[in-house]
């Protein structure tokens, strides 16, 4: 119980942080960062694959109402739940199953970010690939690169962060 009042605390605050900061952070045109991906980047390693997806659906709705965005969050946040497994083991291999986070302990800074650089590209390029169709691919390219290393970048600042009071 005391776990899921934490998740429940740290989803709270990411949502706050993503309206009340990063959306209106205007660092340029090309650096967007979707920092709410954190938070399913950093559930538990054995978390059940359907409380994944529910989780994820409940993120992306909650950040489509925020932002006004129609679905494009829930899209990227409901597949990068999906593939999350997926993203991990290529990332950690065996090495994360006997961890309750996905960082720190038996995980090296090196699979952690390749983890997190596979589950926050795919969420930007999905994000911003259905929200430019049709429009100035190389602006989008570009705009799915800067805005992945930022949101990594703080993805890994968190990861830190939660580690110390989580783990």
């Known amino acids: ?40 980047v950093l559930l538990p390693v054995k978390m059940d694959r359907l409380w994944l997806l ?4 409940v993120m992306g709705m909650t950040m489509d109402v925020s932002m006004g965005t129609a679905g494009l969050n829930t899209i990227a946040t409901v597949a990068v739940a999906f593939l999350r497994p ?27 970010v390749l983890y997190a650089t596979m589950l926050v590209g795919l969420h930007q390029t999905l994000f911003f ?15 799915i690169i800067l805005s992945t290393i930022i949101t990594v970048a703080l993805v890994v600042l968190t990861a830190r962060l939660f580690r110390r009071v989580v783990g």
């Open 54 to 57: 529910v989780l994820g659906i």
């Open 86 to 112: 997926v993203a991990m083991n290529l990332a950690m291999g065996k090495d994360v199953a006997h961890e309750s986070i996905p960082y720190g302990g038996a995980i090296d800074n090196r699979s952690f």
């Open 1 to 40: 119980m005391q776990r899921a009042i934490e998740y429940i605390a740290f989803f709270v605050v990411v949502v706050l942080l993503q309206a009340l900061l990063f959306d209106n952070l205007l660092i340029s045109g090309l650096v967007v960062p979707l920092y709410y991906v954190v938070f399913l």
């Open 129 to 143: 690939g259905f929200e430019s169709l049709g429009s100035h691919p190389l602006f989008t390219i570009g705009k």
